[in-house]
């Protein structure tokens, strides 16, 4: 979407980062996942042919909808 996202993340005690890895894998990747969705960008991306008229609402991603 044309902006840097940053993670600051803070644990405390011993371990308490142990999980940590995973979750950011898991919050990146639904940022990319969002950004396939939402981009107006590319040019192939739902919410881009949703606004040139290529594709109704239906046909879009049910979180398209949602946000609309």
């Known amino acids: 979407m044309g902006t840097v996202v940053t993670f600051d ?3 405390a005690g011993p ?3 142990a999980d940590l ?3 950011l ?3 990146i990747a639904r940022l990319h ?3 396939t ?3 107006t960008w590319n040019p192939g991306s739902p919410v881009s042919r949703l606004r040139r008229g290529e594709t109704g609402v239906g ?3 049910a979180e398209v909808a ?3």
Request: with cysteine; net charge negative.
């Open 25 to 27: 894998a898991a919050a």
């Open 59 to 61: 046909d879009c991603p």
């Open 15 to 17: 371990g308490a980062g």
């Open 33 to 35: 996942e969002t950004d």
């Open 9 to 11: 993340v803070y644990a």
């Open 66 to 68: 949602l946000v609309l």
């Open 37 to 39: 969705v939402f981009s």
């Open 21 to 23: 890895e995973p979750r």
